[in-house]
């Protein structure tokens, strides 16, 4: 990482500090706030929220390692994350996986060459009335068809 | 939002535990409980494993550690409570009220059965292949619960790769249990925050920063986390491979210096219970195991006391005396190698206080392919320069690139006191049944002064014992009853004392060089602190920081290891404060009953200033092959 | 996305103004709102059931400089999604319902611990909770009480199942792995920063909203005699109308996959992943306390459904989404799964499937918190109540 990178992220992770405070508490807030900006946390970003918590690097590499939604590798531009729990799988996330797959030329725990889009599955996203669902950054998309799907996708490049 | 600092171990690992009343007096501070149907009275916020501990009812346990905070997380310890529908840890539940308790009822039993035969599933390795074969708490628990079988399978093939890296911890992922004592060793009771649990579910396993190797992180070396380690998954980095083979290799000169330690505990190693010494028979052991001679590292300690005595001499003239505002006071202590790296990555704009002073190892590795290879008339080519030392940072001490001021690897090998007891068995020796022999010349028996460097508070202990006598006058023994300076002993994790100098006397000749008279030091008032285990060296650290009391003294010692080094890395497995004190009493004992106990007077240490360190204590000679100096690190991981 | 509430029920969605349980309560006064609680015999309906006015009671006791309202939106349960509703639909009711649990136990900061997965309502309900400042429901000297300040936070979870365990939670609030804490001692004493702390659902401050406003009394006519009120039902799978049901307790199976018009039911999960799976003989059984409790997600299969499939689903999600401290549900998931997979592939004894049902029994009293102590229900409940299906007919009985 250049040095002009580092002191920028420093200083953004200061911010983040001062809005949420010092304390271990503050821990979570601040790395999700990283994660939105950077779509992942780097070593040099989790040894900068070590010291200026007063907490060891292992302890924040420990929460980030704990937590679906933070992660230590980058991610794509747009994390795709598509519900794999039961209901979603009795209406139809295999074809919606596949056609996914398929359209983006991915495997899921991939990242597209271009690195507009991260693939993912995640467990339960409390849309089970609506299945198959999946989240696309922090928005939720439903009744999910493999064309349907492939639609929300293309907006996205 | 978090108000509580004190202690940064994670909330989940914490004891949340209860109060304890501190009389057994008041209404409400005994609570009567029955277990197994018999009737007892413990006091409240006992939890029910010490009460039954209390009352001889065993119960087994995995992630508990007296000397660690409660996790409660291997579910080993399981009791059922009457009334409550699922069993609970014993080790972290507090009784606050009357409870009905039931340590082996059908359930309990089969429960502890699954939990041992989970582990068992995950646990690669075999039994006969691993460093703590017959010393490791699964294993016990396996036989003590009838296992016969695994169960739930077992894996047939290693998951995760050893990790070597380092030069005193090797960590082998496949046999963790996940009981996380090492975490709460590491980030608790040593605040150095190495190890902590990574990821999650099944995928969870005990890591590093990034999960990098050891040897890239801000490891300090201490070695406690083996100490503590239930199993195999933490042991030392091994050197008696090499050490056998110089051995039996006859054109090689193999010699032993032996740190105070391990004698004191070394007899646990043979079943002998802690509190025995074991000097003059682990002597003998080493020369039947082929060591062609076998020093006091108590002489160099000796040695250490004369160097950094004196530099602390220099410092405080040159800073009361001569108004030098550049010189760092207090100083720091330099034998521990795990508070020397400690410092280095936690306060390295500190690092002008640390004595310059080697450690004792390598003080006497310089000088054993010196002066006494050119005594002997032996090429230090030829000579392997072994130390026993109870320590895991001593590994890594002496494989520091700028430990080679005899212009070859000062010290070959760090060997630990478990090392070393494997090899004097694979002797076929039962080292408590050997006869007593003394230490080889040159360097000969050493001080009591130099042995009481095991316990925490024992650098400074000798220390006191010379400067008070150089700078007064005055014999120890006529201020301190039995020469015991009692205020620095002890195992509380922070000491201090003041020392009130009233007279002074002649300055004795070895030191006539350095400082014309002791009327500076008249009416004044040395200042003195001990800490040991990290975290309270941290406690220290920061208040000097703040410029606290401590930033007043003039001297301080600090071990990196909770005990000081009897409690070190290398030291016979299990630990608990009972066992360390144990060990310190034989020290203390050992001392008492030696007569000669004041470092100054050790004949050897003169005589090697008369022949070879000619220009004296922190002479030109003297600095070139017994100090040294530090590598400002930081904290931050590449 | 839609949120249409299926059915209204004559509790939860009764007549409701912003701002009503906090007037109440400032009327009434502190120990006549924990009375009214005791009245309705309120429980927790996050799933455990626990009596809401009991846990209030022991947080008000407590003494302390600093006491906090949590309120639990971390909805992970698969199969649940009423919490979705209620806040996205109905964020007075929730909202208020802290505020008055502030008032009761003397708290002042209240946090909202909501799912990652839902932080695209985290806006709307911030917004909201700024129009309840301005209203003076949140802030200093509410509604005009001189001292009763309170206000509420909305916190994000980053996408950990455990952290609805409520010590999990907490433990990730303080800026830790969501790992639970042993108990005692229990959060009502030692909770969030070590304060007085009570953690409460979502539907729980709901109906604590209404109970305040309504009365004890008139909430416990409804419902059964050791389940009063209602309860909010997510209701998923194979049926014609899933979604949210407020339904009295004591509703049969039967009568509830009449309502949702389910077809060829065969087997009803209740209780989300980690609760019970009923087949056809037992669709006369009431939700409720007495007979199934629950925090409320039903998950219905039709004759077409393969259990085994089913089963293999829930233990893959345990199997990751348990936080791996304590050796039951780290171990023990894994080897439920394992065993899921022999049976899927005909590889298994009889035998070996009694020893895993026997660990099953263990973990659900020897796991450290809730997650591991549940995580067995379906493996023990789908191989008894459909060993039909499992062993003779399908898959597995080859």
């Known amino acids: ?157 | ?638 | 996305m839609e949120n249409k509430v299926k059915r209204e029920g004559a509790v939860i969605f009764s007549e409701y103004n912003r701002g009503d349980a906090v007037k109440k309560a400032i009327s009434i006064g502190r120990e006549d709102v924990l009375f009214e609680l005791k009245e309705s015999k309120l429980r927790g309906r996050g799933g455990a059931g626990f009596p809401t006015s009991t846990k209030w009671m022991l947080t008000a006791a407590a003494k302390s400089d600093k006491k906090y309202v949590i309120c639990n939106a971390d909805e992970g349960e698969p199969g649940t999604f009423k919490d979705r509703v209620l806040l996205l639909e109905y964020p007075e009711l929730v909202f208020d319902g802290m505020v008055v649990g502030g008032y009761a136990i003397g708290a002042k900061e209240g946090i909202v611990y909501l799912r990652g997965e839902y932080e695209y309502m985290l806006k709307s309900l911030q917004d909201y909770l700024e129009e309840m400042r301005k209203d003076n429901l949140l802030g200093k000297d509410i509604l005009g009480k001189k001292g009763f300040d309170f206000d509420i936070i909305i916190r994000l979870g980053s996408g950990a199942y455990v952290c609805g365990e409520e010590t999990a939670l907490i433990e990730s609030l303080e800026g830790h792995r969501g790992e639970a804490r042993n108990r005692p001692p229990f959060p009502v004493n030692t909770g969030l920063n070590g304060k007085p702390t009570t953690v409460n659902n979502v539907e729980t401050f709901a109906s604590v909203a209404h109970i305040v406003t309504k009365g004890g009394s008139w909430y416990s006519q409804h419902g059964t005699d050791k389940s009063t009120g209602s309860k909010l039902f997510s209701v998923s799978g194979d049926c014609k109308k899933p979604g949210v049901y407020e339904l009295p307790w004591g509703t049969t199976i039967n009568e509830l996959l009449k309502i949702v018009e389910a077809d060829n039911t065969k087997a009803v999960q209740v209780g989300g992943a980690s609760g019970l799976c009923i087949s056809k003989s037992q669709f006369d059984r009431q939700l409720g306390y007495e007979d199934l409790g629950t925090g409320g997600s039903i998950m219905v299969f039709n004759e077409s459904r393969n259990m085994l499939h089913v089963l293999k689903n829930f233990m893959e999600f345990f199997v990751e989404e348990s936080c791996g401290q304590c050796t039951p549900c780290r171990i023990g998931n894994v080897k439920l799964l394992e065993g899921v997979e022999m049976i899927e592939k005909g590889e298994y004894t009889f035998n070996y499937i009694n020893k895993l049902k026997e660990l099953g029994e263990t973990m659900r009293i020897s796991s450290k918190c809730g997650l591991g102590q549940s995580s067995p229900n379906p493996f023990i409940s789908i191989l008894e109540n459909f060993k039909e299906e499992i062993f003779n007919n399908g898959k597995g009985g080859k």
């Open chain 2, 1 to 638: 939002m978090k108000e509580n600092k004190e202690t940064r171990a994670p909330e989940s690992q914490k004891g949340h535990t209860i109060e304890k009343p501190k009389s057994s007096e008041g209404i409400g501070s005994m609570v009567s409980i029955e277990i197994n149907g018999n009737k007892y009275s413990v006091p409240l916020g006992t939890t029910i494993l010490e009460a039954c501990k209390q009352n001889q009812i065993h119960i087994p346990t995995l992630c508990h550690h007296d000397d660690l905070c409660i996790a409660g997380v291997c579910r080993v310890c399981l009791v059922e409570v009457e009334g409550m529908r699922t069993l609970q840890a014993s080790c972290a539940y507090p009784i606050t009220h009357s409870l009905k308790i039931h340590t082996t009822s059908p359930q309990v039993r089969r429960a502890r059965r699954h939990v041992i035969d989970l582990l068992l599933s995950e646990h690669y390795g075999e039994c006969y292949a691993c460093v703590r074969n017959n010393n490791c708490e699964l294993q016990s628990l396996a036989k003590e619960y009838g296992v016969d079988q695994f169960t739930f399978g077992h894996v047939s093939a290693p998951l995760f790769e050893e990790d070597k890296s380092s030069y005193s911890v090797v960590r082998d992922m496949n046999k963790c249990v996940l009981c996380k004592r090492c975490v709460r060793t590491c980030i608790d009771l040593q605040e150095v925050g190495v190890l902590e649990s990574i990821y999650r579910g099944h995928e969870t396993r005990i890591g590093t920063f990034l999960d990098k190797p050891l040897a890239d992180v801000i490891c300090i070396n201490c070695g406690q986390c083996i100490n503590r380690c239930p199993t195999g998954a933490l042991k030392a980095n091994d050197p008696s491979d090499e050490i056998w083979l110089a051995i039996d290799d006859p054109t090689k000169h193999v010699v032993i210096q032996t740190a105070p330690s391990p004698r004191a505990a070394i007899g646990e190693e043979f079943d002998l219970g802690p509190g025995h010494s074991l000097t003059g028979q682990m002597n003998t052991a080493l020369r039947r195991i082929g060591f062609d001679k076998v020093f006091d590292t108590n002489f160099t300690a000796d040695l250490t006391i004369m160097e950094e005595g004196t530099e602390l001499i220099i410092r405080l003239y040159k800073a009361l005396v001569e108004g030098d505002k550049q010189i760092a006071l207090p100083q720091f202590t330099s034998c521990s190698p795990g508070w020397v790296k400690y410092i280095e990555h936690f306060y390295p704009e500190y690092l002008d206080h640390v004595s310059s002073a080697k450690s004792p190892q390598q003080m006497f590795g310089a000088l054993i392919k010196t002066w006494y290879s050119k005594k002997e008339g032996i090429d230090p080519a030829n000579i392997v320069s072994v130390a026993l030392m109870p320590c895991a940072a001593k590994k890594y001490e002496c494989n520091r690139p700028e430990m080679v001021d005899s212009g070859y690897k000062d010290v070959d090998y760090g060997l630990t006191t478990r090392e070393l007891a494997q090899m004097i068995k694979e002797s076929g020796i039962y080292l408590p049944e050997m006869g007593k022999s003394h230490f080889d010349d040159p360097f000969g028996d050493a001080s009591g002064a130099g042995l009481i460097f095991g316990a925490t508070g024992g650098v400074m202990e000798a220390a006191l014992r010379t400067i008070i006598e150089l700078v007064t006058g005055v014999k120890v023994e006529n201020v301190f009853e039995n020469m015991n300076i009692v205020p620095v002993r002890g195992f509380e994790g922070i000491r201090y004392a003041e020392l009130p100098i009233e007279k002074v006397g002649p300055v004795p000749e070895i030191l006539k060089p350095l400082v014309p008279n002791w009327d500076w030091l008249k009416g004044a008032t040395l200042k003195v602190a001990i800490a040991h285990g990290t975290a309270n060296a941290k406690k220290i650290m920061e208040d000097i920081k703040a410029g606290g009391k401590f930033s007043e003294c003039h001297f301080i010692e600090f071990m990196a290891c909770p005990g000081g080094c009897l409690g070190g890395g290398g030291q016979p497995i299990p630990t608990s404060q009972e066992i360390r004190a144990k060990r310190a009493e034989a020290i203390y004992n050992e001392d008492a009953s030696l007569p000669l106990r004041k470092s100054h007077e050790n004949k050897h240490v003169l005589e090697l200033y008369n022949d070879f360190l000619t220009d004296g204590p922190c002479g030109h000679i003297s600095h070139k092959l017994l100090h040294t100096h530090y590598t400002p690190r930081g904290k931050y991981i590449a």
């Open chain 1, 1 to 157: 990482m250049l040095v002009l990178e580092k002191n920028s992220l420093s200083e953004e992770i200061g911010k983040l500090v001062d809005l949420y405070g010092k304390d271990r508490s503050s821990l979570l807030p601040i790395l999700q706030g990283i994660e939105k900006n950077h779509k992942y946390i780097s070593d040099f970003a989790q040894q900068e929220v070590a010291r200026l918590l007063d907490i060891h690097p292992v302890e924040v590499y420990s929460v980030v390692t704990f937590y679906s939604f933070l992660t230590h590798k980058p991610m794509g531009r747009n994390v795709v994350r598509l519900c794999q729990t039961i209901t979603c799988d009795m209406f139809g996330k295999e074809a919606v996986a596949k056609a996914i797959e398929r359209e983006l030329g991915i495997k899921f725990g991939e990242t597209t060459k271009d690195k507009s889009v991260t693939l993912e599955y995640a467990n339960c996203l409390g849309m089970c009335d609506q299945g198959p669902a999946m989240l696309v950054n922090d928005q939720v998309y439903s009744h999910l068809t493999p064309e349907k799907a492939i639609e929300i996708l293309e907006k996205l490049k």
